[in-house]
């Protein structure tokens, strides 16, 4: 059964450079990801995934990830934490913990762990939960790059809910959503949850059968994140460039390179808003480059002219290591480069792009065009 598998320290942390790329700007945290990853090797925990196929058809799948911005915690809520009283009493476990609860609310075990997304964070924990609990890991996901929503996930495309979900927070809060009205309320509902935890909550959502699972699965992007970090290390070794090599995996196009002038941005509604702005560098001088986030990036402007948007990703990446730039942790001075990828051709559609996730769902009036189109204008 096992297909692909990290079994040493490097692994990992090539595993970590590929999600942080496909993470286009979120995906969680690099830091705890490989954290609870080397932690999981200590423990002697396989960490690996397997084929979709390789799941029978009648096992139930679940999606264990964390909701929340990925603002940094200010000192005003640390403040207001240590007021409460609070404390971590879950550490690493509170999404073993959720999908346990989930187990038990439905009065049925799970044959498969599926990630939600490619992200530092959100990827490494499925595979740390299946590793865990003994559970397969598919190498696949929901949506094929990092997102902010449940709502960009080929799960809501084909109409399957996230619902019922369990949500356990680290300070040991247990919630179990039964129903939600729609999509958007679920989506509010969780993000919710992780406000009133003060920043992030851990969800086992979308519990569906493996024949579904197989039906909306993104297939690969497990692989492909290891790829991806193999690809930038080698060529870090080499002597070469390792932007262009994590490029040539993603098949993908070299966009623009800059220095990070400033970035705008707010914590609000459990999600991190912003823009970063950047002054183009080489020969890219007297350009410049605006992307909007909303944890990751969906929406950029090419010397003020709206340019590639999602579904398509504007992935920003350090230039000398070639190590995707997180909104969290981008700051003035850091020289960075755009790197763009295809996005799913499911999302493209009216559907795809007015009520999950083109320019216009996230509220701006743009008219969504194909990155191909737009790089060949440029290029």
């Not at 799960?155 to 399957?160: K, P, Y």
């Not at 996005?343 to 559609?349: D, I, K, P």
Request: proline letters at 4%; charged letters at 25%.
């Amino acid at each position: 059964m096992p297909r692909g598998s990290l079994k040493t320290i490097q692994d990992c942390e090539d595993f970590i450079q590929g999600c942080l790329f496909l993470g286009t700007g979120g995906g969680g945290s690099p830091e705890m990801g490989m954290r609870i990853l080397k932690k999981a090797l200590e423990d002697g925990i396989s960490l690996g995934w397997v084929d979709a196929d390789d799941i029978p058809d009648d096992a139930w799948s679940v999606n264990p990830c964390g909701t929340g911005s990925v603002a940094p915690v200010s000192e005003e809520t640390l403040k207001e934490i240590e007021a409460m009283g609070l404390v971590d009493v879950m550490g690493d476990d509170a999404l073993i913990e959720a999908v346990k609860e989930l187990e038990n609310y439905l009065g049925r075990s799970f044959g498969c762990v599926v990630a939600f997304e490619p992200g530092a964070g959100n990827t490494p924990d499925a595979l740390v939960v299946g590793g865990r609990l003994g559970i397969p890991v598919v190498d696949g996901d929901y949506a094929g790059r990092a997102v902010p929503e449940d709502i960009q996930s080929t799960t809501h495309l084909h109409g399957i809910h996230a619902w019922p979900f369990a949500a356990v927070d680290k300070w040991g809060n247990i919630t179990i959503s039964k129903n939600c009205a729609n999509p958007l309320m679920g989506e509010r509902l969780g993000k919710h949850l992780a406000l009133a935890a003060f920043g992030g909550a851990s969800t086992a959502i979308t519990p569906i059968s493996a024949r579904e699972m197989k039906e909306v699965l993104v297939k690969g992007t497990l692989t492909k994140c290891l790829a991806i970090g193999r690809a930038i290390r080698q060529a870090l070794d080499g002597g070469a460039d390792p932007v262009d090599a994590a490029t040539k995996v993603v098949d993908g196009w070299r966009l623009f390179e800059g220095v990070v002038t400033g970035k705008d941005w707010e914590d609000r509604d459990g999600y991190m808003f912003g823009t970063t702005h950047l002054k183009g560098k080489g020969d890219y001088e007297g350009q410049t480059l605006d992307v909007w986030f909303k944890n990751e990036n969906h929406v950029s402007w090419l010397n003020g002219e709206p340019w590639i948007c999602s579904p398509d990703a504007v992935i920003l990446a350090h230039k000398g290591s070639g190590e995707g730039a997180t909104n969290a942790a981008i700051k003035e001075g850091d020289e960075l480069v755009a790197v763009g990828m295809k996005g799913l051709e499911a999302f493209r559609t009216e559907f795809g792009l007015n009520e999950c996730t083109g320019p216009r769902y996230f509220g701006f009036d743009i008219d969504y065009v194909p990155i191909e189109e737009l790089v060949a204008k440029t290029q």
